[in-house]
């Protein structure tokens, strides 16, 4: 293990392609634990504080992966993905033959095969979603779902270690097809907490004693989420993996799903976290507030 580390340590440069909050904060990780870091992001602005830990800015995507041995994309959807490796001063000609490219967004398996297809020859493709917030990232605690060859995986998992625990899911495309299975569970019993809070607060529960309760039952996986502060799974970012998920099914009846994704699609504060659908927090305030008065 502490070779493969030393072995990685010794190639040129990690590229990262997308500093939104997850980037961030894995870039924070990378840096942390004594990584070389090439940053690069649509809003240059957002990569400042990823300099300021020791990072370089590259001007363009291109520029970015150019001197890389393993290059991570961390975008919001499939159309950022393609648009950073193949838009106007793109990554994916600039790829070298052996770097590696870890796709870590939320995109699906058949966007992870369609970009498979497309990239230069010799350079693999492993797609590595992640399970946990942007704090296990930090802190070095994702689960990082693992796809591709056994090579290309295996040449990668000393970086993917220093993020979190690497559960190796089979070929290319399975990790973004468990990342799928995950996050149908999680939006679904999300918005199953929120039902379940707003029955308690028609039948007249105290919000607290009906936390506490579910907590204690089958949803308390989805209370522990829904009440957690250090959270950033942003509303519009769980409808949009809903539709992957919707898409993946075909005509399937998944009516549980179509109802979340409704929900997701219908509420009023898409870039909050999707805590705000159970509407804890904001309670929460309000009768500590009320209680100090």
């Not at 363009?60 to 950073?84: C, F, K, N, Q, Y």
């Not at 870890?102 to 966007?111: F, K």
């Not at 990342?179 to 569970?185: D, I, M, R």
């Not at 379940?196 to 989420?225: C, F, K, N, Q, Y």
Request: proline share 5%.
């Amino acid at each position: 293990m502490a070779a493969r580390h030393l072995a990685f340590r010794a190639m040129k440069v990690i590229a990262l392609l997308g500093t939104g909050t997850m980037g961030t904060a894995v870039g924070r990780r990378l840096l942390a634990t004594g990584q070389r870091l090439t940053v690069w992001n649509r809003t240059p602005a957002r990569t400042g504080s990823l300099v300021a830990a020791g990072a370089r800015a590259a001007a363009t995507p291109a520029e970015a992966v150019r001197d890389a041995a393993v290059v991570i994309t961390m975008l919001t959807d499939a159309a950022a993905v393609h648009e950073v490796l193949y838009g106007v001063d793109g990554a994916a000609p600039a790829l070298r033959p052996g770097t590696h490219l870890v796709e870590m967004s939320t995109i699906g398996p058949r966007a992870v095969a369609e970009l498979a297809g497309r990239l230069p020859a010799g350079v693999p493709l492993v797609d590595a979603p992640v399970a946990g917030s942007a704090g296990a990232a930090e802190a070095g605690r994702l689960v990082v779902l693992a796809g591709g060859t056994e090579a290309a995986v295996e040449r990668v998992t000393p970086v993917l270690r220093l993020l979190g625990t690497v559960r190796r899911c089979g070929g290319t495309g399975r990790g973004a097809a468990l990342k799928l299975v995950l996050n149908t569970a999680l939006v679904t019993a999300v918005t199953a907490t929120a039902d379940a809070l707003a029955v308690a607060d028609a039948v007249g529960v105290d919000r607290r004693t009906a936390v506490e309760a579910l907590a204690a039952g089958p949803l308390g996986g989805a209370v522990a989420r829904a009440t957690a502060t250090d959270a950033a799974f942003a509303v519009a970012l769980a409808a949009k993996d809903a539709r992957l998920a919707l898409d993946a099914l075909g005509g399937v009846p998944a009516p549980v799903l179509r109802a979340a994704a409704s929900v997701l699609a219908a509420a009023p504060h898409p870039d909050e976290d999707i805590a705000v659908l159970t509407g804890v927090h904001t309670k929460d305030a309000v009768s500590h507030d009320e209680e100090q008065q």
